[in-house]
Nanobody, 124 residues
Framework: QLQASGGGLVQAGGSLRLSCAAS????????IGWFRQAPGKERESVAA????????YYAESVKGRFTISRDNAKNTVYLQMNSLKPEDTAVYYC???????????????????WGQGTQVTVSS
């Protein structure tokens, strides 16, 4: 199972760092993705990272503002979020694509072991 944390309330322009902690070292072998879901909207892909950390994906809406990274020794993936905007407000989830080590996908249906999510609220 994956556990997301680090959310909170921040003003526009502020920063937060989310963490996604894995319960087992097994997850360090696979692609990890961050997703978000705002009220009334579908879950959308935000970022993803290969097992080595050498490959990353970002949604257009967060490019240049968010950075995904991982520390496999700590079984943890991070999402550094800078220059936050009110439209970034959502529940953020992390999940693992156990079918892939290095191919990044954005489809939520490919991912498993979703954590409970962490709320990010950006005020204007």
């Amino acid at each position: 199972q994956l556990q997301a944390s680090g959310g909170g309330l921040v003003q526009a322009g502020g920063s937060l760092r989310l963490s996604c902690a894995a319960s087992t070292r097994t997850f360090s072998r696979y692609v990890i993705g961050w997703f978000r879901q705002a009220p009334g909207k579908e879950r959308e892909s935000v970022a993803a990272i290969t097992w080595s950390g050498g490959g990353t994906y970002y949604a257009e809406s967060v490019k240049g503002r968010f950075t995904i990274s991982r520390d496999n020794a700590k079984n943890t993936v991070y999402l550094q979020m800078n220059s936050l905007k009110p439209e970034d407000t959502a529940v953020y989830y992390c999940a693992v694509d156990i079918n892939s080590m290095a191919v990044l996908t954005t489809t939520p249906q490919r991912y498993e072991h979703w954590g409970q999510g962490t709320q990010v609220t950006v005020s204007s």
